[in-house]
């Protein structure tokens, strides 16, 4: 790929950082392994088929690790992926889904410590407040899987028409949505506008936060290991002006969530958007402060209403 | 093939309760007034090509003085009103319009084309009912379940197509005008007469100046309309084409979009449906207002152990179909509404011989004058032939055949539009699990092309997305 940026880091330098800290419990110093960040695709970890990397600083400046750093065709293969496991998904029942992403915050809760480091070191807050953050993420992921067998009781309606009809709307999945995820707050940002989508039953293709994609790559991670079907979360690490363009024009891709992305392209996006009438989350006021208490809004922005005129009669 | 037509004397529906202005302004702030920058254009009978009006075509000085009456109302009056207030507004709307339904209906007739039994049956009485649903929900907005405190966008601008004139502007202006915003309607080019003879009635109605605002002209005035800064909420009912133009002109702009946009619906018919009723039901799929339905039933998937019988029954019927006068009460097949309209139709029917389909029509004598296509079926229509993939909004069928509930599924879906479909079977279980899986916004089971305010309808994929009627059309003009 003759467009690879500059990758800063070489296996020299890298071998030098140590993420997490080198572990020093025991007698003596040991050597850490470190692991390879890599992307999270059909529900495997492959490396970008394009060979690239690039270096993930912390806020300080410090480097943290590599991350691949995916390419179009990726992005490509991830939307093949999440239409794979569309079918499924959608059609597995409600308290199945919200089984499986209750599990998800099961596994969040475990990892809280990894999850605290990655993100204090990734976003320059102190470990407590760190803890604080990922503690709010999972029980964010918590409060949406209660959601997954009550939204078409919320969203959905029986329907009194003139005639000799048992009339009824239900939410039904957009389908494929690619997500954007925010590129400050890079675990509960990201678990905010994932887990809304995974719950209305869509499957999702992921462009992680930029500079701080370690903490998407570790939910990947926790994904991988919540029986979560492959294929229904892809998770991308790279560049957002590179990749978004690719989901924007995809047309299997029926929905695009623009929470992170780059303000000087996101007229671009939503132009692209309309080649096969995708449904576009915009960013709002709003979406900075994930803190809040959220609301079903980022859970109806994808799905579909379906009506169904069923005949009464004897 | 015995022939089962029966003979009709004329019954026309006399013309003489509409009374027709020579030239029609523009409705702004609550009166008629003369186009600004605009022009004039006239409006015809598809039936009969005779002029029936002159109208105003809006220029962009005449779209900003709509806008800006409507932003000024919404502000000061329809804004601030109490919900309930609203509500008697929107109760006597529909109730005019029940008072003047004879009128409307004969109007739309005219102006359209289509037979004086829908226009009368069908537009009138649902528009009215319309309004008097969403009437009621003007008080009751906090209960809609969409949020705790929904306040209304502001500023609509809707433009809606020429196939239910009256209807697409009732199902535009009701929720909008319940949910406190205020409007600028833009109705089709070739059909304004009916939007401006409801104008007519909300000036009856004694709405305050500038919440309905009502602009006529063609695209350029529509273009004006969608990219006013002063807009807030934009909902566009029409071609898909057109509804992608629009998504790409508002990206970036925040405002609010909803789309109807095209379809390409399949109606399947399953082996033990009741064969009769199912060949009524694929009529009025595909021929009931000359096929000018976005949720048409345009692709028949008939199973292949009763594809025979079906198209034999279908084309008996169609041998009974009454093409010709839209006023005369007998009339099952209007006009085609404009000649560009026509020409579209032609060009793909063409195409479907040149690709190697087998085409069908009843023998109807075709009036001299006017716009018309006689009721056309294709069979050997395969999957990848224009016929079976383009929206021809006309009154052609393509009939293609299936063996499996998966198989139809597969091809119902095989489609990037999602906006309707039918299923016909006397087997309940089926009707839902073929429901489940079909990517349609709406399925009717032994049943095509009926609609209610109380029922959202709406698409898939490129069939826009958003919904009208019942408490899910309140979304789109709210802020939640």
């Known amino acids: 790929m003759s467009d690879a940026p500059k990758v800063p880091a070489t296996p020299g330098e890298l071998a030098a950082v140590a993420v997490p800290p080198p572990s020093t419990s025991g007698e003596r110093a040991r050597l850490a392994v470190q692991k390879t960040y890599k992307l999270f695709l059909g529900g495997a970890f492959p490396r970008s088929e394009s060979g690239r990397s690039y270096a993930v600083r912390a806020a300080n400046g410090a480097h943290l690790a590599n991350a691949a750093l995916a390419s ?6 991830a939307v093949v992926a999440a239409g794979k496991a569309r079918g499924p998904w959608s059609a597995a029942t409600a308290y199945n889904r919200g089984q499986v992403l209750y599990r998800v915050a099961e596994m969040l809760e475990d990892r809280r410590d990894q999850f605290a480091e990655l993100v204090a070191s990734g976003e320059g807050v102190t470990h407590a407040a760190a803890l604080t953050t990922v503690a709010v993420a999972v029980d964010r992921w918590v409060w949406y899987a209660g959601w997954a067998d009550k939204i078409a009781q919320v969203a959905g309606s029986s329907n009194p028409v003139a005639g000799p009809y048992f009339n009824f709307s239900l939410p039904e999945p957009t389908g494929v949505v690619g997500i954007l995820a925010p590129q400050e707050s890079s675990l509960l940002g990201l678990v905010s506008v994932l887990a809304p989508v995974l719950t209305a039953g869509n499957t999702a293709v992921v462009v992680a936060s930029e500079l701080r994609p370690l903490p998407a790559v570790a939910l990947a991670e926790v994904l991988a290991t919540s029986d979560l079907p492959g294929g229904v979360a892809n998770i991308l690490t790279g560049r957002t002006v590179e990749l978004a363009p690719v989901l924007a024009r995809h047309r299997d891709v029926d929905a695009l969530d623009l929470a992170g992305a780059p303000v000087d392209i996101e007229v671009e996006l939503e132009q692209a958007s309309a080649d096969n009438v995708k449904r576009v989350l915009r960013r709002d006021a709003t979406q900075g402060a994930w803190d809040a208490e959220p609301t079903p809004r980022r859970m109806l922005a994808f799905v579909e209403t379906k009506t169904v005129w069923h005949p009464i009669g004897i | 093939m015995p022939s089962t037509r029966f003979t009709y004397a004329p019954a026309p529906e006399s013309r003489s309760v509409v009374s027709l202005r020579p030239a029609y302004g523009l409705f702004v702030d609550g009166e008629f007034v003369e186009p600004r ?12 090509e005779e002029v029936l009006a002159e109208v105003a075509a809006a220029g962009p000085g005449d779209v900003d003085r709509a806008v800006a009456a409507a932003a000024r109302a919404q502000r000061d009056t ?3 009103m109490p919900g309930k207030e609203r509500a008697k507004y929107l109760f006597r709307i529909a109730r005019l319009m029940q008072e003047r339904s004879r009128e409307l209906a004969v109007l739309e007739s005219m102006d359209n084309g289509k037979p004086i039994r829908e226009a009368r049956d069908v537009d009138v009485p649902l528009a009215a009912a319309h309004f008097f649903y969403y009437a009621g929900w003007a008080d009751k907005l906090a209960y809609a379940g969409l949020g705790p405190s929904p306040r209304p966008i502001g500023v609509a601008g809707q433009v809606v197509p020429w196939n239910f004139p009256l209807l697409m502007a009732a199902w535009k202006l009701a929720p909008a005008l319940a949910a406190g915003n205020t409007c600028v309607l833009k109705p089709a080019e070739t059909t304004p007469l009916t939007a401006l003879l409801l104008a007519e009635i909300v000036q009856q109605a004694e709405l305050p100046p500038g919440v309905v605002n009502v602009v006529t002209g063609a695209g350029d005035t529509g273009a004006a309309l969608v990219a006013h800064p002063a807009v807030d909420k934009v909902a566009f009912t029409g071609s898909t084409e057109v509804g ?20 390409k619906a399949a109606n399947i018919v399953f082996d033990d449906a009741p064969l009769s009723q199912a060949v009524e039901g694929i009529v009025n799929g595909i021929f009931f207002n000359q096929g000018h339905v976005c949720c048409a039933g345009s692709r028949l998937l008939v199973q292949e152990s009763i594809a025979d019988a079906v198209v034999d029954a279908l084309k008996l019927r169609l041998e009974t179909l009454r093409l010709g006068d839209p006023l005369d009460k007998n009339t099952d097949i209007g006009a085609i509404n404009s000649p560009g309209q026509l020409a579209k139709i032609e060009e793909l029917a063409s195409s479907g011989e040149a690709e190697g389909a087998t085409r069908w029509s009843p023998s109807c004598p075709v009036p001299e004058r006017g716009y018309w296509f006689r009721p056309t079926i294709f069979t050997g229509v395969a999957p990848a032939f224009r016929i079976a993939r383009e ?16 198989e139809a599924v597969v091809k119902a879906n095989n489609t990037t539009y999602g ?12 009707i839902l699990w073929m429901a489940q899986h079909l990517r349609a916004g709406v399925v009717w089971a032994n049943t095509f092309n009926r609609f209610d305010p109380t029922s959202p309808f709406g698409g898939y994929r490129e069939s826009g997305f958003g919904r009208e009627g019942g408490r899910h059309g309140l979304e789109a003009y709210l802020d939640v």
């Open chain 1, 72 to 77: 179009r065709k990726d992005v490509r293969d």
């Open chain 2, 37 to 48: 920058d605009g022009s004039m254009f006239t409006t015809a009978s598809p039936s009969s």
């Open chain 2, 78 to 80: 329809w804004g601030p």
């Open chain 2, 244 to 263: 992608k133009a629009i998504q790409r002109s508002l990206a970036g702009t925040g405002k609010r979009l909803t789309l109807e946009l095209g379809g």
């Open chain 2, 391 to 406: 929206e021809i909004f006309g009154p052609v069928l393509s009939v293609l055949t299936f063996r499996t509930p998966d």
């Open chain 2, 419 to 430: 906006l309707s479909a039918g299923v016909w079977t006397e087997k309940g279980s089926r």
